[in-house]
């Protein structure tokens, strides 16, 4: 699904909100992600958030377990929940083009990511879990 505003997408998703696997709500506005609204995707398996202007992800991030694709580029990210590493079947994670400054302790435990960017940010150090 492909979708131009996240304010009322429970509504009018009605019950099918459950059955959706791929979600792009890419080049909106939004500054952040309901953890309500969240939680109701239980199988996603991607999820695009590029071009908008989150801040932070919530806690929550880790009851999407089906999810293997997040692309985040182009955001404010600061921080990462350290929720975001027991994402166990994620392959691929955008975080190029955000403002952080350090990834979670974590990281590592992503055992089945293959891509990760994060380009065009403000690390000044990767960890060795990484790699």
């Known amino acids: 699904i492909y979708y131009q505003s996240s304010s009322n997408l ?3 998703l009605g019950e099918q909100i459950t059955r959706i696997t791929n979600l792009n709500l890419s080049q909106n506005f939004m ?3 309901s953890a309500n ?3 109701k995707f239980r199988n996603l398996v991607s999820l695009s ?3 908008n202007s989150i801040s932070s992800l919530p806690p929550c ?3 999407l ?3 293997t694709s997040l692309d985040l580029h182009g955001n404010a990210i600061h921080v990462l929940p350290q ?3 027991s994402l166990a079947a994620l392959t691929h ?3 190029s083009v955000n403002n952080l400054q350090s990834l979670p302790m974590t990281i590592g435990e992503l055992q089945q990511l293959r891509s990760l960017y994060l380009q065009c940010n403000q690390l000044t150090l990767l960890l060795g879990g990484i790699g």
């Open 31 to 33: 500054n952040g992600l």
């Open 10 to 12: 429970d509504q009018v």
């Open 83 to 85: 929720s975001l590493c």
């Open 49 to 51: 958030l590029e071009n």
């Open 37 to 39: 609204l969240l939680q």
């Open 93 to 95: 994670l955008d975080l």
């Open 61 to 63: 991030i880790s009851s």
């Open 65 to 67: 377990q089906s999810l």
